[in-house]
């Protein structure tokens, strides 16, 4: 598997996931790619993942150089800035927040959290997002969009079949349509805000080039439409 390494130091490395690979092997589907064992392999030894991105999302993963800086960066998750670019279902006219607190999907124990969505346009009948979470539970973004009605275009669990074939037939979106663009995160050992960048992967891009209006929403920056793939 070829690594894209956003960013690396003697405590951490952060990887640009592709979407369809998983953070570490699963029994939910044995001999599937993940990227755990790439990046020990590049590392020359063990690394922790420390948090989790779903199969199909892309984007900015975390994984510690040792036990020690795990149990950090886990910590400073709880305060971090994650931030996701997403193409939702619908129009969106304005900034809102979603505070629904999600069951475990094993346990079914229901903990709180909070995703922010910010409309960055329309595109087709549907809007290009900013999405930021608080807690990071598991599907959190799809869950959360999908009891909004503004479910992510190209979500096969919680999203609309009519609504994913019709982009997948006009404009060739073949995937989950959610990408974790950017992290911020306290360092673990200099205590310095790092801020992980990833860019928008051309299975993202190619199929929203697709769609009228992309044009000038990538062409205005700091809207989010594509994230430079530089550590801050």
């Not at 369809?20 to 029994?27: C, M, R």
């Not at 275009?153 to 982009?167: C, I, P, V």
Request: one cysteine or more.
């Amino acid at each position: 598997m070829e690594l894209r390494v956003l960013h690396r130091d003697e405590a951490l490395i952060a990887i640009d996931k592709p979407s369809g690979v998983f953070v570490h092997p699963t029994d939910l589907d044995r001999g599937a790619p993940a990227l755990l064992a790439p990046v020990c392999e590049l590392v020359g030894a063990r690394v922790h993942p420390v948090h989790r991105l779903d199969r199909a999302t892309s984007g900015v993963v975390l994984f510690a150089m040792g036990p020690e800086p795990a149990r950090a960066l886990q910590a400073a998750l709880a305060e971090a800035d994650k931030r996701y670019l997403a193409l939702l279902r619908g129009r969106i006219d304005g900034l809102f927040t979603i505070d629904r607190p999600l069951g475990d999907l094993e346990t079914g124990v229901k903990r709180e959290a909070r995703t922010t969505v910010s409309p960055l346009g329309p595109l087709a009948d549907a809007t290009w997002a900013e999405v930021r979470i608080e807690h990071g539970r598991q599907h959190q973004i799809r869950r959360h969009m999908n009891h909004a009605g503004h479910h992510v275009l190209g979500d096969t669990t919680y999203g609309k079949g009519a609504w994913n074939r019709r982009y997948r037939e006009a404009y060739g979106l073949e995937r989950l349509a959610l990408h974790a663009a950017s992290l911020a995160i306290l360092h673990p050992a200099s205590g310095v805000r790092l801020r992980i960048r990833a860019a928008l992967p051309e299975d993202l891009r190619a199929p929203l080039a697709r769609i009228e209006g992309w044009a000038a929403l990538a062409e205005t920056g700091d809207s989010g439409a594509g994230l430079p793939p530089t550590a801050v």
